[in-house]
């Protein structure tokens, strides 16, 4: 069974960061890119960045880029991302997402951790 | 920017035909998938490559996509179906994946 669990969230004040980190199991981690994907309090789903099988390709959206740093340990079958410089509208519902190999969407969801950035 | 646009909300009656909207400059172009998210869960994909399901998606769930507009039809729809439902797409240019802002699904 494929298993997504996030860990790292949490209340913190702006200016502040916060490593968030993915535990996967149930398939071959290292066949898979992996992204992030948040989701404000009542609002809708926004694209935070992704990372390729082997890291060799990173993305990130315009809000977080400069900020945030996605990485991956294929030996460890985990994914993280480091959060720096957290402003208010960072807080959301972080999700690590596994994307499909042949169709693109993602197929994995984990059930997220919560960032508030607050003081 | 690509964007897309959703209605905010969608209500029927138990039943009926449910469909909901993505509107995006020459979306048929792309592959859209469809996303379901109940209220304390993590999103379903429902639909991918515009029309296709994914196991265990029932066969009411289908999807069209032409010109500049996707849609998510749901035929006779149920109580369970009440949720949020967001279009996606990958940005051709950056790569990126982009979401439409979501629709909430009313069952009446």
């Known amino acids: 069974e494929v298993q997504l669990v996030e860990s790292g969230g949490g209340l913190v004040q702006p200016g502040r960061s916060l490593r968030l980190s993915c535990a996967a199991s149930?398939?071959?981690?290292?066949?898979?890119?992996m992204h992030w994907v948040r989701q404000p309090p009542g609002k809708g789903l926004e694209w935070v960045s992704g990372i390729s099988w082997n890291s060799g390709d990173i993305g990130y959206a315009d809000s977080v880029k400069g900020r945030f740093t996605i990485s991956r340990d294929n030996a460890k079958n985990s994914l993280y991302l480091q959060m720096n410089s957290l402003r208010d509208e960072d807080t959301a519902l972080y999700y690590c997402?596994?994307?499909?190999?042949?169709?693109?969407?993602?197929?994995?969801w984990g059930q997220g951790t919560l960032v508030t950035v607050s003081s | 920017s690509y964007v897309l646009t959703q209605p905010p909300s969608v209500s029927v009656a138990p039943g009926k035909t449910a469909r909901i909207t993505c509107g995006g400059n020459?979306?048929?172009?792309?592959?859209v998938h469809w996303y379901q998210q109940k209220p304390g869960q993590a999103p379903v994909v429902v639909i991918y490559y515009d029309s296709d399901r994914p196991s265990g998606i029932p066969e009411r769930f289908s999807g069209s996509n032409s010109g500049n507009t996707a849609t998510l039809t749901i035929s006779r729809v149920e109580a369970g179906d009440e949720a949020d439902y967001y279009c996606q797409v990958w940005h051709s240019s950056s790569d990126h994946p982009l979401f439409g802002g979501g629709t909430k699904l009313t069952v009446l």
């Open positions: 997402v596994r994307k499909d190999i042949v169709t693109g969407y993602y197929d994995y």
């Open positions: 020459n979306i048929g172009s792309k592959s």
């Open positions: 149930g398939f071959t981690f290292d066949d898979h890119a």
